[in-house]
């Protein structure tokens, strides 16, 4: 069965910084997804990643994946206070069958 | 691009009564749609796979005859939560898959559910 971990869960940091958000998933995922939520709305797609050693960059943002560690990242670049949401990554369950699996959630705060 | 409206996006019910919830996507087909919920400060779990023309597939856990789901058309699956209870609050969130073998998801705005 999927399962879905993030790390951290909670990240806060001062504009200009550089971090990482990781994403390990524990069985076969044929694509990784990276969803933005801000507070009470729905998830804006980011990223999709469909093979191994998958990089993809918009803007600040750069999300990639290593199939064999079975790890994807998200790293922000000189953040602006902008980014702060909650960002999930996600796999998918069944092979073509987009049942989603969610990490938990990491909620990122950006500090003027 | 693509878009999917969830209606309503906000609603209130007393205990035991049904709140209909729909998910339309507007300028494609979908003949598969989800349906999630998320609960607050948590992560979003599938609840049940829509299928245009055919039964719901509800995830291990989930109440078929407590969440109905019909999808009547290629663009439109509706969740009814029946007998509606404080615990069944929370915020449904519908996506729906553009074309058969596509990656592209799109999700709804999300509804929020408030039974008192």
């Known amino acids: 069965e999927l399962k879905v971990e993030q790390n951290p869960l909670f990240l806060s940091m001062q504009e200009g910084k550089n971090y990482t958000i990781y994403c390990n998933y524990s069985?076969?995922?044929?694509?990784l997804y990276w969803y933005r939520q801000d507070p009470g709305k729905s998830l804006e797609s980011l990223f999709v990643l469909l093979s191994n050693g998958a990089v993809k960059q918009e803007g600040r943002l750069m999300a990639s994946l290593d199939t064999k560690a079975r790890l994807s990242t998200l790293h922000i670049t000189a953040a602006v206070h902008d980014l702060s949401a909650t960002y999930f990554c996600a796999g998918n369950r069944i092979q073509g069958a987009q049942k989603l699996v969610f990490g938990q959630g990491t909620r990122l705060t950006i500090n003027p | 691009g693509a878009v999917v409206s969830q209606h309503p996006s906000w609603v209130i019910c007393k205990s035991g009564t049904s709140v209909k919830i729909e998910c339309r996507s507007l300028?494609?087909?979908?003949?598969?749609m989800f349906w999630y919920r998320q609960f607050p400060k948590q992560s979003l779990m599938l609840m049940a796979t829509?299928?245009?023309?055919?039964?719901?597939?509800?995830e291990q856990g989930v109440e078929k005859d407590k969440f109905l789901i019909n999808h009547a058309s290629l663009t439109l699956s509706t969740l009814t939560v029946t007998s509606a209870h404080p615990e069944d609050s929370s915020f449904y969130i519908c996506s729906a898959l553009q074309g058969s073998g596509a990656n592209v998801l799109t999700f709804g705005a999300g509804s929020r559910l408030t039974v008192l």
């Open positions: 829509s299928n245009e023309g055919s039964k719901a597939t509800y």
């Open positions: 300028d494609f087909q979908a003949t598969t």
């Open positions: 069985t076969t995922s044929d694509r």
